[in-house]
Structures are given as structure tokens and as C-alpha cells.
């Protein structure tokens, strides 16, 4: 009986542990979600919307790859002449 109380109570440890540590490093869920167009008080919305930064675009021209070279390979093999008995000759 101890040695079951021993574990339970062993692992309820190690459950908060890994818990703690999982909402140190930020995995925890959000107690509260942060407004996502929140206006401070006292700001006035203006008819000009801020102008968005230009962009601009670059060119790069990479030169393409050369074309692998084409290597034939031709073998010629003598044939075995040990069990070709008349094969070949003109009678």
C-alpha cells in the first residue's frame, strides 16, 4: 500500500512539474486574449491611413546549369569458343 502511494503521489509530481515547466516555456493557453485592434482612449482615427512602406522589387538572373556531358560506354566481348562445336564454319 505504501509503495502505491509512493507512486501516485510520484506522479502527480512529476505532472506538475512538466506542466510547470510547459507554461514557462509559453505552451501554457492564454488566461486572456489580447484585443487584436485595440485603439488607446483619446486617439482620434485620421482620414489618411498610414501609407504603406514602397516596395521594391529586384531582378536576379542566375545563369543556368551546363548540361551534363553524354558518356557512351561500348564493351566488346569475346564470345567463348568451348562449346560452339560448328558454329560458324561453312561446310
Do not use: N, W
Not at 502511494?5 to 512529476?14: E, G, N
Not at 510547470?20 to 491611413?49: E, F, K
Amino acid at each position: 500500500m505504501i509503495q502505491r502511494l509512493a507512486l501516485f503521489s510520484a506522479s502527480v509530481a512529476a505532472a506538475l512539474v512538466i506542466g510547470l515547466g510547459l507554461a514557462l516555456a509559453g505552451l501554457a493557453p492564454a488566461s486572456s486574449p489580447a484585443p487584436v485592434d485595440a485603439v488607446p482612449v483619446g486617439t482620434v482615427a485620421s482620414a489618411d491611413p498610414i501609407a504603406a512602406p514602397t516596395v521594391q522589387v529586384d531582378t536576379v538572373y542566375v545563369a543556368a546549369q551546363p548540361q551534363p556531358e553524354v558518356v557512351t560506354v561500348r564493351k566488346t566481348v569475346a564470345a567463348p569458343h568451348g562449346d560452339d562445336e560448328g558454329q560458324g564454319e561453312d561446310d
